[in-house]
């Protein structure tokens, strides 16, 4: 019997498909015949309403919103015209990708699974949610154990009774994320039995006594971190479960005799760019003002580039994407301890390896195939991002020394799944980290290609407006600093961040960087000026807003008899005289009548009752109430999403609850309808 079904992938930053293809890869090795497309691929390699089996990965983007890929097949989905029947003959799971810092954790896949269900279509297999704010790995693996063997048991009653379906409610597949965190921290034997199979492997631990094995791994004994990192304690014993190994699929080829113009090249050979409305333009630096005092706990530079030359437009509120470069030292740190320094800068090729047993290999997208090495590191791939499982396992394979083979065995393993979420996901830690710590493991740099993830463009909000000058767009950044330690083998900067501040020592020259515009559907000013605005944002999550009040002051300017609404503002910082950014422009705001309100707060000064933003919030919590839901006031909040935008939404919960005299629930209620009216607006980030 055939044991085909359909597989998709909606993935805005690639993610979604890496777990695709892990799909792919295991249900090949049970027997099944998985049709793994991009989603965007509809009505050109599958037709939905014509599927009967369907696993579908999708994640969020924005504020719930389906990522660029997905937003064909969501609008066709959406159309009136389908009846509740269209997919009446459709089995489907969707495995969710979200970070819950953002309110609308999955809203996404939610709602593909609801339309799915008006369409007539019906579970197979439970829904799963996977969370990077914990780790997707934690819910991913799992929920792909259980989804094999809900697999097996579709195609066998289906064989038996077409008409029989997987109930949502069978306990072996109603995944809910506590039981999911507990089966990988403690691995039981069944386990170990359906669903694990070929995607598996089990590997005794060896035992190794020998003192220079020992001597081997250079631990620190006064760092607990590290030597966590590179040595269990107690250790695991017996059989551990690892991932199989990643098929090879790439040959790199050297010419050395040959040249070549690296400036010629295509950025990332030219792959689409996540939530792009532009394409690439080199944009000049023109300025850079440092905003924070030298005792500073963050350093604040504005930065103001130059796009007279690009037909590149933007409106107050808008962000764009930078698209950066790692830290050449870092590069050069990374191919020396890769030992292809004598290639590095030598003309090379990449090929899909003969005969590679990889299904549906392909050359990565974003990696051009002439090029030279150092040039991939530096600009094409994320050396930074911790690396997954099934890359470990590969670094495994190519380390001589049993103990430090071993270890990366044990981080990459179910067993071993805390720990790697412990030693290595959170206090994310690079492949040079890994490489320094296991100092035996040399791999190809054929096979860490294979691994690495796309350099992803940093998204930066826009601190000014066009109405000052449409030739020129400033934005604000921390430089953000990374100690040594927890694992970390040294110092470093933040990969944009860094490259940032280093490209703007001689701005006389006026040196380039590339850019691109973002999509922003809604974090705009009000068309209507006599809308009140209140404004909330600490630290740079003040960037937008400056170029709001730019933006009315240069209205009110223009148009003298303008009636506007008023603008409440609400900053925090750490110190009133170390960190208050744009501190005389916002004074000069408030003289001027633009800011009818301002409320700064000062978490490390303790001259100040109000410490955070939610403080001053509190503090006129009939003020803002008012303008809220008298006057229907637009909310707009920038900055942390880990902390400081779920403080404020849930004090505005509070705030509303007291005021009108309702419970919390109800108060929820009031607020969610805020922001499907598009009055409480969020520009946040992790």
């Known amino acids: 019997m055939e044991r085909r079904f359909l597989l998709l992938f909606g993935s805005q930053t690639g993610q979604s498909q890496a777990v695709a293809e892990e799909i792919f890869e295991k249900a090949l090795e049970h027997g099944f015949q998985p049709d793994l497309h991009n989603i965007n691929e509809t009505e050109k390699k599958f037709n939905i309403e014509k599927e009967t089996l369907l696993v579908l990965v999708i994640s969020s983007t924005g504020d719930g919103e389906p990522p660029d890929t997905a937003l064909k097949f969501w609008r066709r989905i959406r159309k009136k015209t389908l009846g509740s029947d269209y997919l009446g003959n459709l089995r489907y799971t969707i495995l969710g990708l979200g970070d819950s810092n953002y309110s609308n954790f999955c809203q ?16 197979f297999y439970s829904m799963g949610f996977a969370d990077d704010a914990i780790g997707l790995e934690i819910v991913v693996e799992p929920w792909i154990d259980g989804l094999l063997s809900a697999l097996k048991s579709q195609f066998s009653e289906k064989s038996s009774s077409l008409d029989h379906a997987i109930s949502d409610k069978n306990p072996q597949t109603d995944l809910n994320l506590k039981r999911q965190i507990d089966e990988t921290d403690s691995v039981k034997d069944d386990n170990k039995q359906d669903n694990v199979a070929n995607e598996f492997t089990t590997v005794d631990l060896a035992i190794v006594s020998t003192e ?27 059989q551990i479960v690892v991932p199989a190994l990643p098929h090879s699929f790439l040959e790199v080829h050297y010419s050395e005799d040959e040249s070549i113009d690296l400036d010629s090249l295509c950025i990332q050979n030219g792959a689409a760019l996540p939530s792009a409305t532009t394409d690439i333009v080199m944009a000049n630096i023109v300025n850079v003002s440092t905003l924070t005092r030298q005792d500073a706990v963050k350093t604040a530079l504005e930065i103001q580039l130059e796009i007279t030359e690009s037909e590149m437009t933007f409106e107050p509120g808008d962000s764009f994407g930078i698209v950066c470069e790692n830290s050449r030292d870092e590069v050069e740190e990374l191919i020396l301890r890769l030992s292809v320094t004598n290639v590095a800068d030598s003309v090379c090729y990449l090929k899909l390896k003969e005969g590679t047993r990889k299904k549906n290999a392909a050359i990565p997208p974003f990696l051009p195939t002439r090029t030279t090495i150092r040039h991939l590191l530096v600009t094409c791939c994320d050396i930074r991002t911790p690396i997954k499982k099934g890359f470990i396992r590969m670094l495994a394979e190519y380390t001589p020394n049993t103990l430090e083979k071993a270890r990366l065995q044990e981080l ?23 490489l320094k710590a296991f100092p035996s493991c040399c791999p190809p740099i054929e096979r860490i290609l294979e691994h690495l993830p796309r350099l992803l ?37 933040g990969v944009c961040t860094g490259w940032l501040s280093s490209s703007q020592i001689d701005c006389n020259n006026k040196p380039k960087i590339p850019i691109y515009g973002r999509k922003n559907s809604s974090f705009h000013l009000p068309s209507d000026l006599s809308i009140p605005m209140i404004l909330i944002g600490a630290g740079t999550g003040l960037a937008p807003f400056i170029g709001f009040l730019q933006h009315r002051e240069a209205q009110v300017k223009q148009y003298q008899d303008l009636l506007c609404g008023p603008i409440w503002l609400f900053f925090g910082c750490r110190h009133n005289e170390r960190d208050y950014l744009y501190r005389s422009e916002l004074e000069r705001f408030h003289e001027v009548g633009i800011l009818s309100n301002i409320s700064v707060s000062f978490s ?12 001053n919030i509190l503090l006129h919590s009939d003020s803002v109430c008012k303008l809220l839901l008298e006057q229907n006031a637009v909310v707009y909040v920038c900055g942390d999403a880990r902390n400081m935008s779920k403080d404020v939404n849930n004090t505005i919960v509070t705030i509303i609850s007291q005021h009108q005299g309702i419970a919390m629930e109800d108060a929820k209620s009031v607020t969610m309808k805020l922001r499907q009216e598009g009055r409480y607006l969020e520009d946040i980030w992790t």
Do not use: M, W
């Open 108 to 123: 996404n896949p939610k709602n593909f699974d609801l339309r799915f269900q008006q369409l007539g279509a019906q579970h």
């Open 212 to 238: 220079k094995e020992l001597a081997d791994i250079k631990v620190d004994e006064k760092t607990i971190e590290v030597s966590s990192l590179v040595k269990s304690i107690p250790p695991i014993e017996g």
């Open 412 to 434: 990459c393993s179910r067993q071993g799944s805390s720990q790697y979420t412990h030693f290595i996901r959170e206090p994310n830690l690079s492949l040079l980290d890994i």
């Open 457 to 493: 463009p940093r998204p930066y909000s826009i601190s000014s407006s066009p109405l000052v000058s449409r030739k020129h767009l400033n934005f604000v950044f921390n430089i953000v600093e990374i100690p040594s330690g927890s694992g970390r083998q040294y110092s470093r900067k």
């Open 604 to 615: 490390r000064d303790n001259s100040t009752s109000a410490r955070y933003v939610q403080d």
